[in-house]
């Protein structure tokens, strides 16, 4: 019925927003490779006069990448770990296991999914900045640098996430009574119920949690850039990126900008194009990107 | 099947028979266990909230109305609601522009974005290779913010793509990002760029939740495209329709990191938002208490837009 | 904030018993001395001479300190000058603030009220009335207390091209307002479109300096301040505002001005005739015009009637010492050595004695409040557009540098641009930037 004729308008109208989506892209991947004065000169061109290599190199050098990419690549794996981890715990305990309070509890982790994150950037950074017994910190957190002078500061806001929780639970819900319990009766605690029964079967949502969270994170900007300027050992890939651009020969900045911010999607590409079937389920389920 | 009660009714079964048989205390017995074993598997989740999510929390709304502007936290003076008042006092600058760009940028790219997905989500569903126009749609979605504010910062240069197109068609070059009067327009077409994805991909999914028996229906009666779409398509694509416009708007009302890559809320403020101000007064002026209560100003419209948009949408499908 | 070490050990064990990989870039020792006798104390000074020749320029002296000093050494760190503040702020609330701090002296008044800057010891504090400029002075402190050593001074003075004024039959620089509208629209020109191809006097609303700079030189000229003398209101509105409003208003709108071009681009090729700029600008102008620099004239700031007072803007930086700081006499003494202790000024040894500062500052294009050492490393031959910049170093006015002056300069900023884009007339950016600003500069800290 809807596909009678060639859908001439549909097809105009879908590869038009296609091309508009992917051009900045390929604008960022060709800009890359621009030589020194040819990016934003008059006229403006599309192609590089040839494939210069040397803003990978400069970016390579100037970025000290191997350093931003240890700090991306620990907080995003601590990120994920721990996201994966306590959704899973806690999703379990209140999909399964009966216990007094257990609405309550669910409904206050729904609860904190309703709190937008710029909420807590002052208080959880002076939190983390005088935590006792920390950093050189006294029992009452003075003195002293706190949590903020450590890698974990990046992961910290981000280790717990109620809409994971939310998700695993859901899922767990599914899962027959009779299978648990017939574990149970074989003699296997509820922590061997979890690890062997519940979690190969959720074996797929926890991709798509896994892989909504590790985006996110490899992606975060704003709280990296705080801890960062309170100690740059800890900077991340975007944060180290966007402060390129400052140290970099003005002749050829943008290339090399541009050849950092290629350097940095493509892990996370390669991963989403991958997996993403698993992705386009996770945003789906959550509706919240 | 072990056990279909709720918990409360079992455990009030237990408790009402307190000198029941081994059996029965063997069964208080694990469930005792059970719920110990619960609270071990929420303790880190539940731990994080408490520490993480409530004292930061009280801690704001204490700093909101409080004077700290130094780092001892002896420091700390309560003065009541001055830091709110001080917000829209006359002579701030909290209202207008700052409120009022904040609410231009999510509404403009709200509806940028919600109108393209519409048209494109609406198209994709009559392809082929569903697939793969969905993945192109996305990419935006996940790339960082540095990567999209920077190319776009590029493109929208003298000597970048927009103006070389503009140049080509025989058109001016335009200032996009360092006249006042183009830069939020500027900044919400790229937000609505790299959203465009998410909301494409809810509304297909929506799509296609509605019966085709629908479609033939309408095409017996002789409707148009047009009429059908009107008709069918939109009253029935309400709840995707809503769950886009809420994520969006909650989105754009908070967003400011595109901001800080692009233009920093500059010219002149022409793009300086709420949340922006919020990080600029905390962490650049070192006026905690005024950045609190900034942020739980702009929580207050976070929430108000959210609930304005449930009844919105909830009262026009009683109408329908 | 008082430093307790004795718990910086154990709690750092504690952090690092998590899986090394994990932690590996988190537990690095913080910078500072370890506090064991026997290893030297480090001193981390935090500026914005982050690249360049500026950074190269700190580098020197701060190398041939830790060369001769084994008991105390010195390391630099550095942002670009956008991200300095934050970073101030966020590493002090992070209680990592360096230990000597090189800011903004606009910031004073904030980093004082934020407990973030000691004052000078009364020996120094001595030292440095008696050795720098009024103007350089007044930036340092704060309340009448001094904070720190100024070191980058800079005053604003009138930068003209000699070819466009010839052209446009002009004899010399304006000294009076009615002089300079008159060489404006005589030296502006635009093509059959309308296009501006020369702007007579450069209102561009590129940057801070270039807005904000140039409106208050004009003020401080015509007699007036921006902010009252209690720092508790401006001053924006009386006459003397006005009339800076009033001309600047005249001049965008007689079409002498165009505020979209960026002057630092237009100035050098020759499509500026006139415009207010700082004194570091004369170094890249050099630079990037070649033999055509020839051409560039710079004059005092025209005062509005013949016969009136010289007066201008000067901006500045200053070396202070950290409140949070572990070693603050160690640092006092290292500020001394760099900001007072005389050198010889010529590179084999030669000449009469200068800082270290003023070496470094001229050496990158910049004055330093030292009137003395500037004479001394200007004095023969030299550029002479960096004389008037100099000359200008008696009878400048120091930006206003209260708790709120950062916020209250971004105002000020956003209404003269409002003014000169025609958003608002002269009556409502006078209205709103004294509103705006009273309410930022009353606020009871």
Same mark, same amino acid.
């Given at each position: 019925?809807?596909?009678?004729?060639?859908?001439?308008?549909?097809?105009?109208?879908?590869?038009?927003?296609?091309?508009?989506?992917?051009?900045?892209?390929?604008?960022?991947?060709?800009?890359?490779?621009?030589?020194?004065?040819?990016?934003?000169?008059?006229?403006?061109?599309?192609?590089?006069?040839?494939?210069?290599?040397?803003?990978?190199?400069?970016?390579?050098?100037?970025?000290?990448?191997?350093?931003?990419?240890?700090?991306?690549?620990?907080?995003?794996?601590?990120?994920?770990?721990?996201?994966?981890?306590?959704?899973?715990?806690?999703?379990?305990?209140?999909?399964?296991?009966?216990?007094?309070?257990?609405?309550?509890?669910?409904?206050?982790?729904?609860?904190?999914?309703?709190?937008?994150?710029?909420?807590?950037?002052?208080?959880?950074?002076?939190?983390?900045?005088?935590?006792?017994?920390?950093?050189?910190?006294?029992?009452?957190?003075?003195?002293?640098?706190?949590?903020?002078?450590?890698?974990?500061?990046?992961?910290?806001?981000?280790?717990?996430?109620?809409?994971?929780?939310?998700?695993?639970?859901?899922?767990?819900?599914?899962?027959?009574?009779?299978?648990?319990?017939?574990?149970?009766?074989?003699?296997?605690?509820?922590?061997?119920?979890?690890?062997?029964?519940?979690?190969?079967?959720?074996?797929?949502?926890?991709?798509?949690?896994?892989?909504?969270?590790?985006?996110?994170?490899?992606?975060?900007?704003?709280?990296?850039?705080?801890?960062?300027?309170?100690?740059?050992?800890?900077?991340?890939?975007?944060?180290?990126?966007?402060?390129?651009?400052?140290?970099?020969?003005?002749?050829?900045?943008?290339?090399?900008?541009?050849?950092?911010?290629?350097?940095?999607?493509?892990?996370?590409?390669?991963?989403?194009?991958?997996?993403?079937?698993?992705?386009?389920?996770?945003?789906?389920?959550?509706?919240?990107? | 099947?072990v056990n279909t009660l709720a918990p409360e009714a079992a455990e009030g079964a237990v408790r009402g028979r307190p000198s029941a048989g081994p059996a029965v205390g063997g069964r208080t017995r694990a469930r005792r266990r059970q719920a110990v074993v619960a609270w071990l598997f929420l303790a880190p989740a539940l731990l994080f909230f408490a520490v993480f999510l409530i004292l930061p929390l009280?801690?704001?709304?204490l700093l909101s109305m409080s004077r700290w502007t130094g780092f001892a936290l002896g420091d700390i003076q309560p003065v009541g609601p001055a830091n709110y008042t001080g917000l829209f006092a006359s002579g701030s600058t909290f209202l207008v522009p700052v409120l009022t760009n904040t609410l231009l940028f999510a509404l403009g790219s709200v509806a940028l974005a919600l109108a393209g997905s519409v048209v494109v989500a609406t198209c994709i569903d009559h392809l082929h290779l569903q697939g793969l126009w969905r993945t192109l749609y996305f990419l935006p979605i996940v790339t960082t913010v540095v990567a999209v504010g920077n190319v776009w910062k590029y493109m929208y240069e003298p000597g970048g793509l927009v103006n070389g197109v503009l140049n080509a068609l025989g058109a001016g070059?335009?200032?996009?990002?360092?006249?006042?009067?183009?830069?939020?327009?500027?900044?919400?077409?790229?937000?609505?760029?790299?959203?465009?994805?998410?909301?494409?991909?809810?509304?297909?999914?929506?799509?296609?939740?509605?019966?085709?028996?629908?479609?033939?229906?309408?095409?017996?009666?002789?409707?148009?495209?047009?009429?059908?779409?009107?008709?069918?398509?939109?009253?029935?694509?309400?709840?995707?329709?809503?769950?886009?416009?809420?994520?969006?708007?909650?989105?754009?009302?908070?967003?400011?990191?595109?901001?800080?890559?692009?233009?920093?809320?500059?010219?002149?403020?022409?793009?300086?938002?709420?949340?922006?101000?919020?990080?600029?007064?905390?962490?650049?002026?070192?006026?905690?208490?005024?950045?609190?209560?900034?942020?739980?100003?702009?929580?207050?419209?976070?929430?108000?837009?959210?609930?304005?948009?449930?009844?919105?949408?909830?009262?026009?499908?009683?109408?329908? | 904030?008082?430093?307790?070490?004795?718990?910086?050990?154990?709690?750092?064990?504690?952090?690092? &018993?998590?899986?090394? *990989?994990?932690?590996?870039?988190?537990?690095?020792?913080?910078?500072?001395?370890?506090?064991?006798?026997?290893?030297?104390?480090?001193?981390?000074?935090?500026?914005?001479?982050?690249?360049?020749?500026?950074?190269?320029?700190?580098?020197?002296?701060?190398?041939?300190?830790?060369?001769?000093?084994?008991?105390?050494?010195?390391?630099?760190? &550095?942002?670009?000058?956008?991200?300095?503040?934050?970073?101030?702020?966020?590493?002090?609330?992070?209680?990592?603030?360096?230990?000597?701090?090189?800011?903004?002296?606009?910031?004073?008044?904030?980093?004082?009220?934020?407990?973030?800057?000691?004052?000078?010891?009364?020996?120094?504090?001595?030292?440095?009335?008696?050795?720098?400029?009024?103007?350089?002075?007044?930036?340092?402190?704060?309340?009448?207390?001094?904070?720190?050593?100024?070191?980058?001074?800079?005053?604003?003075?009138?930068?003209?091209?000699?070819?466009?004024?010839?052209?446009?039959?002009?004899?010399?620089?304006?000294?009076?307002?009615?002089?300079?509208?008159?060489?404006?629209?005589?030296?502006?020109?635009?093509?059959?479109?309308?296009?501006?191809?020369?702007?007579?006097?450069?209102?561009?609303?590129?940057?801070?300096?270039?807005?904000?700079?140039?409106?208050? *030189?004009?003020?401080?000229?015509?007699?007036?301040?921006?902010?009252?003398?209690?720092?508790?209101?401006?001053?924006?509105?009386?006459?003397?505002?006005?009339?800076?409003?009033?001309?600047?208003?005249?001049?965008?709108?007689?079409?002498?001005? *165009?505020?979209?071009?960026?002057?630092?681009?237009?100035?050098?090729?020759?499509?500026?005739?006139?415009?207010?700029?700082?004194?570091?600008?004369?170094?890249?102008?050099?630079?990037?015009?070649?033999?055509?620099?020839?051409?560039?004239?710079?004059?005092?700031?025209?005062?509005?009637?013949?016969?009136?007072?010289?007066?201008?803007?000067?901006?500045?930086?200053?070396?202070?010492?950290?409140? &949070?700081?572990?070693?603050?006499?160690?640092?006092?003494?290292?500020?001394?050595?760099?900001?007072?202790?005389?050198? *010889?000024?010529?590179?084999?040894?030669?000449?009469?004695?200068?800082?270290?500062?003023?070496?470094?500052?001229?050496?990158?294009?910049?004055?330093?409040?030292?009137?003395?050492?500037?004479?001394?490393?200007?004095?023969?031959?030299?550029?002479?557009?960096?004389?008037?910049?100099?000359?200008?170093?008696?009878?400048?006015?120091?930006?206003?540098?209260?708790?709120?002056?950062?916020?209250?300069?971004?105002?000020?900023?956003?209404?003269?641009?409002?003014?000169?884009?025609?958003?608002?007339?002269?009556?409502?950016?006078?209205?709103?930037?004294?509103?705006?600003?009273?309410?930022?500069?009353?606020?009871?800290?």
């Amino acid at each position: 019925m809807r596909r009678r004729r060639f859908p001439w308008l549909s097809y105009l109208v879908v590869v038009t927003g296609a091309v508009l989506t992917v051009v900045p892209f390929l604008d960022m991947v060709m800009t890359s490779f621009k030589g020194p004065g040819e990016a934003g000169t008059l006229p403006y061109r599309f192609l590089p006069e040839a494939f210069d290599l040397s803003n990978y190199r400069a970016a390579l050098h100037q970025l000290n990448l191997p350093v931003l990419f240890r700090n991306s690549v620990v907080a995003t794996a601590v990120i994920t770990g721990s996201v994966l981890l306590t959704s899973s715990l806690a999703g379990y305990a209140l999909a399964k296991l009966r216990f007094r309070g257990r609405d309550f509890v669910f409904r206050f982790v729904l609860s904190t999914m309703m709190f937008p994150p710029f909420l807590f950037f002052v208080p959880r950074f002076l939190i983390l900045a005088h935590w006792p017994l920390a950093g050189g910190n006294d029992l009452l957190g003075r003195g002293g640098s706190g949590l903020t002078a450590s890698i974990l500061a990046l992961a910290v806001p981000f280790l717990v996430n109620g809409f994971g929780i939310f998700l695993m639970r859901q899922f767990m819900v599914s899962i027959p009574d009779e299978v648990l319990e017939a574990a149970r009766v074989d003699g296997a605690g509820e922590f061997a119920v979890w690890w062997r029964i519940v979690m190969p079967q959720t074996a797929p949502v926890l991709v798509t949690l896994g892989l909504l969270t590790f985006v996110d994170a490899w992606n975060e900007y704003i709280w990296a850039l705080l801890v960062s300027t309170a100690d740059p050992d800890v900077m991340t890939l975007p944060v180290g990126i966007q402060l390129l651009q400052d140290h970099v020969d003005p002749a050829r900045t943008t290339p090399v900008v541009m050849a950092g911010l290629v350097l940095s999607v493509l892990p996370v590409l390669v991963l989403f194009l991958l997996l993403q079937k698993y992705y386009v389920r996770g945003v789906m389920l959550s509706g919240l990107k | 099947m072990v056990n279909t009660l709720a918990p409360e009714a079992a455990e009030g079964a237990v408790r009402g028979r307190p000198s029941a048989g081994p059996a029965v205390g063997g069964r208080t017995r694990a469930r005792r266990r059970q719920a110990v074993v619960a609270w071990l598997f929420l303790a880190p989740a539940l731990l994080f909230f408490a520490v993480f999510l409530i004292l930061p929390l009280g801690f704001a709304l204490l700093l909101s109305m409080s004077r700290w502007t130094g780092f001892a936290l002896g420091d700390i003076q309560p003065v009541g609601p001055a830091n709110y008042t001080g917000l829209f006092a006359s002579g701030s600058t909290f209202l207008v522009p700052v409120l009022t760009n904040t609410l231009l940028f999510a509404l403009g790219s709200v509806a940028l974005a919600l109108a393209g997905s519409v048209v494109v989500a609406t198209c994709i569903d009559h392809l082929h290779l569903q697939g793969l126009w969905r993945t192109l749609y996305f990419l935006p979605i996940v790339t960082t913010v540095v990567a999209v504010g920077n190319v776009w910062k590029y493109m929208y240069e003298p000597g970048g793509l927009v103006n070389g197109v503009l140049n080509a068609l025989g058109a001016g070059s335009v200032a996009f990002l360092e006249d006042p009067d183009t830069a939020l327009p500027s900044l919400v077409v790229v937000q609505a760029w790299a959203s465009v994805g998410t909301a494409i991909l809810v509304l297909t999914a929506g799509l296609k939740s509605i019966p085709g028996s629908y479609y033939e229906a309408a095409a017996l009666d002789g409707a148009g495209p047009v009429t059908v779409f009107r008709r069918i398509t939109l009253p029935l694509l309400r709840p995707s329709l809503m769950l886009v416009c809420v994520t969006q708007f909650l989105t754009g009302l908070q967003s400011f990191g595109l901001i800080i890559v692009m233009t920093r809320g500059g010219p002149g403020g022409a793009t300086d938002v709420a949340a922006l101000e919020m990080y600029r007064q905390a962490f650049a002026h070192g006026d905690w208490g005024a950045a609190s209560a900034a942020a739980f100003v702009l929580f207050a419209v976070v929430l108000a837009v959210t609930l304005a948009q449930v009844w919105l949408f909830g009262r026009k499908g009683e109408d329908a | 904030m008082t430093p307790v070490p004795g718990t910086g050990g154990p709690s750092r064990r504690l952090v690092c &018993a998590l899986p090394p *990989a994990l932690l590996a870039a988190g537990c690095a020792a913080p910078h500072r001395g370890t506090g064991r006798p026997g290893d030297p104390i480090v001193l981390t000074l935090l500026s914005h001479y982050a690249s360049g020749a500026l950074r190269e320029a700190l580098q020197g002296p701060v190398d041939e300190w830790n060369a001769t000093h084994d008991r105390v050494k010195v390391r630099t760190l &550095a942002v670009e000058f956008t991200d300095l503040l934050t970073t101030f702020m966020v590493r002090q609330a992070a209680g990592r603030g360096a230990d000597i701090l090189h800011p903004y002296c606009l910031w004073n008044g904030q980093l004082v009220r934020a407990g973030v800057l000691r004052p000078a010891p009364p020996g120094h504090a001595e030292e440095i009335r008696r050795g720098y400029s009024a103007a350089a002075v007044g930036s340092a402190s704060v309340d009448g207390r001094v904070y720190g050593y100024p070191t980058e001074v800079q005053t604003y003075a009138l930068y003209y091209n000699r070819r466009l004024l010839r052209e446009a039959g002009v004899g010399g620089p304006p000294r009076t307002w009615r002089e300079l509208e008159e060489t404006a629209y005589r030296t502006s020109r635009r093509d059959r479109y309308g296009n501006t191809l020369v702007q007579g006097f450069g209102l561009s609303t590129y940057d801070d300096a270039t807005t904000v700079g140039q409106t208050l *030189a004009l003020l401080n000229a015509a007699g007036g301040t921006f902010v009252s003398a209690d720092g508790r209101s401006t001053a924006i509105d009386s006459p003397a505002g006005r009339a800076v409003f009033e001309l600047e208003h005249r001049l965008v709108v007689g079409g002498a001005g *165009a505020p979209g071009v960026n002057v630092y681009q237009a100035f050098p090729s020759g499509r500026v005739a006139m415009v207010i700029g700082a004194g570091w600008w004369t170094d890249s102008l050099k630079a990037l015009m070649g033999r055509a620099y020839g051409d560039v004239g710079v004059a005092p700031v025209p005062v509005p009637r013949p016969g009136g007072r010289r007066a201008t803007l000067s901006t500045g930086f200053m070396l202070g010492v950290n409140t &949070a700081g572990r070693h603050p006499r160690e640092a006092w003494e290292f500020l001394r050595w760099l900001n007072t202790e005389k050198v *010889a000024a010529g590179p084999a040894g030669k000449g009469a004695g200068v800082t270290r500062m003023s070496r470094l500052q001229v050496s990158v294009g910049s004055l330093t409040g030292r009137a003395d050492d500037m004479r001394t490393l200007l004095g023969e031959g030299g550029d002479p557009n960096r004389h008037a910049f100099l000359d200008a170093l008696a009878y400048a006015v120091p930006e206003p540098n209260g708790p709120g002056a950062q916020a209250a300069k971004s105002l000020l900023r956003k209404n003269v641009e409002a003014l000169w884009t025609g958003q608002s007339s002269v009556d409502e950016a006078l209205r709103s930037t004294r509103r705006q600003v009273d309410r930022e500069v009353s606020r009871a800290w």
